[in-house]
């Protein structure tokens, strides 16, 4: 009988927490209905991202094959440039013998190299680069402002004062020297990935976690004073306890809002520093780095530099109704 209780008691204990988590599901399915906005923004990015990473399984070209090279055979200089949708001379021979051959959705380079592919994997990297920086960001930023709002004193004092110089430095030209200087120092000429893109990560760690310490700080302050703060602190629970276990659940909305926003700064970033030659080395795509190699044929192939150019407008476009739409709903009386 006392069996029975408990696993009736422990089915009810169940049914609530899956009723519950089913009432969650729900509010976060009726919200997004209700905001147009976010919803759309966010199939639009589940649909990029989706496709960076299935396309490359499938599509029969890669991003840094010059097509136009053939072995112990002439070079094809009519794949370099190709318009969308055309095919080279010696691709239309192959079609004309009974060949299937893939089309070039966005064309090609001035090098022969297929541009959709190459667009792909420019998205790829630039999701990447937002996601992980902003969440590096966001944890360099919420460690930074608890530490300071919880010590207060000489602590928050001097490291209050290590953020007015870094806000007082000239953010792009900092951005840019310092990226400068990481890439010389660092010796980065790599076609790898992970090792191109660590001079960027360092420059977000170095300047992009200011914004999220500072309100992360100014709520501290503010929950400190608050009773159940002083009752952990009177039970001898640590700075490191509370912060863990008070702080951050009380600073979700903030957390939330402020990623949301690192990730299309991070992005935009990038794509400047790419830009400007001080991205991800070369054959690696990146958005950016695709616009800089093309906008020189911008009158003659309009299509190469703006392809890119308004996908990253776009995807930058999508985080910001997504941070606006969360900003509005979690912390209504700022409107």
């Excluded at 013998?97 to 420019?122: E, K, L, M």
Aim: hydrophobic share 50%.
């Amino acid at each position: 009988m006392i069996d029975n209780f408990f696993k009736e008691a422990k089915y009810k204990k169940n049914k609530e927490n899956f009723l519950q988590k089913q009432s969650i599901i729900s509010k976060i399915f009726v919200f997004l209905l209700k905001n147009k906005k976010i919803f759309f923004s966010i199939i639009f990015l589940i649909f990029l991202f989706l496709i960076s990473i299935l396309i490359p399984l499938i599509y029969p070209y890669d991003y840094f094959t010059e097509l136009g090279i053939f072995k112990n055979a002439s070079a094809d200089n009519s794949f370099s440039l190709l318009p969308p949708f055309k095919f080279s001379l010696s691709e239309q021979k192959q079609m004309q013998s009974g060949q299937f051959i893939w089309p070039h959705i966005f064309g090609t380079d001035r090098n022969g190299r297929d541009y959709f592919i190459r667009v792909i994997y420019a998205i790829r990297i630039s999701l990447c680069v937002g996601l992980i920086s902003a969440f590096i960001v966001l944890i360099i930023g919420v460690i930074y402002g608890a530490i300071a709002g919880m010590k207060g004193g000489k602590t928050d004092l001097i490291m209050m004062r290590i953020v007015d110089g870094l806000y007082a430095l000239p953010d792009l030209i900092a951005i840019i020297f310092f990226s400068a200087i990481i890439k010389e120092f660092l010796h980065i000429n790599d076609t790898s990935v992970v090792i191109s893109l660590l001079p960027i990560f360092v420059v977000f760690m170095l300047f992009y976690w200011i914004d999220t310490a500072v309100l992360i700080r100014s709520q501290v302050l503010l929950l400190k004073k608050r009773d159940f703060v002083t009752a952990s602190k009177t039970m001898g629970a640590s700075n490191f306890f509370i912060i863990k276990k008070h702080i951050i659940p009380n600073c979700t909305n903030i957390i939330i809002v402020s990623l949301t926003k690192r990730i299309p700064t991070a992005i935009f970033t990038e794509t400047t520093l790419a830009f400007l030659g001080l991205g991800i080395s070369k054959p690696i795509p990146s958005l950016g780095g695709l616009i800089n190699e093309e906008i020189n044929e911008i009158l003659n192939y309009p299509w190469l530099a703006l392809i890119p150019a308004i996908i990253v407008s776009l995807i930058v476009l999508a985080f910001y109704f997504i941070g606006e739409g969360l900003r509005a709903r979690l912390n209504p009386v700022s409107n």
